[in-house]
């Protein structure tokens, strides 16, 4: 009996089996931040794509075909899909941000609406690891404008 009591008492071993339990955890944790982070810096990166179609249409004039030229070649993402279509539109100012109107038109202020420049990029992010419950992959997107000289 009292070998029994003796291991039960004793309690050498028990952090690595503590350990053992939490280990899963703490990987599926450290898994889930490297997820979310790289999710971050590619959200990044796609939105920086966008801004340098816009800074080529404001420097060079818009042409949709450079455009996505420029933003397919500003970053390493080779899955990067512009879309729609880089597009020109006009646009009043006002305080509350832009309003889309006919390029012909005149704004609230009598001023002529300035033309702008639109692009939208898409990328499809694909989780590290798949959990039950949530999708596999899940689609980044970013738009920049920018007003043509």
Do not use: W
């Not at 801004?51 to 970053?75: L, P």
């Amino acid at each position: 009996m009292r070998p029994i009591v003796r291991a039960l008492r004793d309690a050498r071993g028990a952090s690595i089996v503590e350990f053992a339990i939490v280990l899963p955890f703490l990987i599926l944790c450290i898994a889930m931040l490297v997820d979310v982070g790289t999710g971050i810096s590619e959200q990044m990166r796609l939105k920086q794509a966008a801004q340098a179609g816009v800074n080529y249409a404001i420097d060079k004039g818009f042409d949709a075909d450079k455009i996505i030229e420029v933003v397919r070649s500003s970053t390493d993402q080779p899955d990067i899909v512009v879309s729609p279509a880089p597009s020109k539109f006009c646009a009043c100012a006002l305080e509350s941000g832009l309003t889309e109107q006919i390029c012909s038109a005149k704004c609230s202020s009598g001023n002529a609406p300035a033309e702008y420049v639109r692009v939208s990029t898409t990328f499809t992010h694909r989780r590290l690891i798949a959990l039950p419950g949530l999708d596999a992959s899940y689609t980044l997107v970013s738009e920049s404008r920018g007003r043509l000289k």
